[in-house]
């Protein structure tokens, strides 16, 4: 136990040169979130077409079972459930980044315009050049968008520093365009196609197998293992940019590398399975209400990001009569989420 | 040989201006603008509005740039130093600094501990006895649980201090501390700032208040126009002519009764006139 009050049971651990400190709530409450997504994550194993128990399914995956089992769980199951737990976690922590750079907790890649670029990056791919969604070319259209409206949203909105509220109204505007653009690509596009298109864009897992989780797992991974390099001046910018300096942070490459590494979580996501909405919106506020964290934290926003999206993914294919996209399910979940939000955000402002 | 006499012996300051050209994208504010800051000294800058003192403290502290001259620190130019490295050494209470929402006053004073920290240090003990003592030094050990946002203004500002001072720099420098607080928040404050000084502590500060700064200051730099008018000790430099002259205001300077320093009272427009 800490020495000092920090206002929760604070746990310290030390040994040799190595130290760190941390809230006993927010480790609990992060160890019961990954229990609870291992549990959901089992449980979307078991269901399908081919019923399994938990049993059956624990054996398939330690290679005990063979045949069709195996052949399920592996090659079926598995990549889509591992891709909701991965692209729940790089949606939640990208939402966190840019709520926390900006100090709003409306800033989320869906608000300012990135999802919008990854969407019209890949409808492009899919519909002028012709390739099947949840393909390579798609995930480069959908990276490259998410940049070109980043940069976009970026270099309209600034003006002598960046403000949260001026991004995220030149966000929604974007984001606007972009879509305008979208549904005018799938009019003109043919009926097969636009059937393909449609369902990309709204979000969902059906194309993910290992071909495009294996590529997307790896770029989530090597930005996550940035980001421990770059949380602590995260922190250090909550204060603002002349305490951040004074604290020894490099602010301006520091800010520059947190929004790169956000856009990138974003878009591999957006190419591999299409824009999945809300996540990233939702994910860090549910993550700070229940963990009572000063500021946005990212370790707890994977979490409740990773949850959130294998659950919707269960919802979406079997509580609901026709297979939907999952984008669906989770555009409900975040909507609902959202008019809450804004309607606690108005009440606040008064 | 190289001897000197006592009175010839010129020791650089830890902290010093020499030359600089600073401003904003295009508009300079000052131009070839010398400053020391005596080693010990609490040192307070004064002027009018927009004389260019709040820039002078960011150049200072390096947060904005000289275009030309430089900032020197120990030695060599403060620009030639890694962030991190000048945050050991010179530590800074901006004019607005935002409090993450939720977060306590002890997790705010620990981000004070910054620049000593690293992946594998997250929290030693020295890093614990330096919050300790911060909050002991600034008085808000008992809140020490307590949200930042629940806290009145001036217990937030010690708390700001406290952070600056777990940072444990024998340089500090404060800009506006006491704005916005009420005059007995203002003057605990500034009786605090004088106890870190007598500890040691080489602290710089901006303020609005002349009585203040003639009271507590043991060097005092008046600005005006971007350029310094006068420097020195208060009771030295601190007269009617000078505060007419930096200030444009009539006055009349009395020695305060309690402390004896010198202290102005304005005429005003009617008074004057009679």
Redesign the interface.
Known sequence: MSRVDFGSRTAVLRRGPFSIRFRMRTALIGAALALATVVVAVLALCLGDLPLSPVDVVSALLGSQEGLAHLVVFEWRLPRVLSAVVFGAALGVSGAIFQSLTRNPLASPDVIGLSAGSYAGGLIMIIVFGVGAGSVPVAGGAIIGGLLAAAAVYVLAYRNGMHGFRLIVVGIGVSAMLEALGVYLILRAKLEVAMVASVWALGSLNPVGWAQFVPAVVVVAVVFVALGTLVGPMRQLELGDDAARSLGSRVEPARLWLVVCAVALTAVVTGAAGPIAFISLAAPQIAKRITRTAGIALVPSALVGALVLTASDIVAQFALPDNLPVGLVTVVVGGGYLVWLLIHEVRRRR | MTLHSPASISVSPRLAASDITIGYDRRVISRELSVEIPDGSFTVIVGPNACGKSTLL?AL???IVPSAGQVVLDGRSISSY???????V???L???????????????V???R??H?G???????A??AA??AA?DATGVTEL????VDELSGGQRQRVWVAMVLA?QTPLMLLDEPTTFLDIAHQIELMELFTDLNEQGTTLVAVLHDLNQAARYATHLIAMKDGSVVAQGAPSEIVTASLVEEVFGLRCVVVPDPVTGMPSVVPIGRERANR
């Open positions: 960011r502290s390096k947060l890694k962030a991190r490295e000048v945050a050991r010179l530590g800074l901006p004019q607005t600094s935002l409090a993450p929402d939720g977060i306590t006053v002890a997790d705010l620990a981000r004070g910054h620049p920290q992946f594998m240090r997250q929290w030693s003990p890093d614990e919050v300790i909050m020490s649980g307590r949200h940072q």
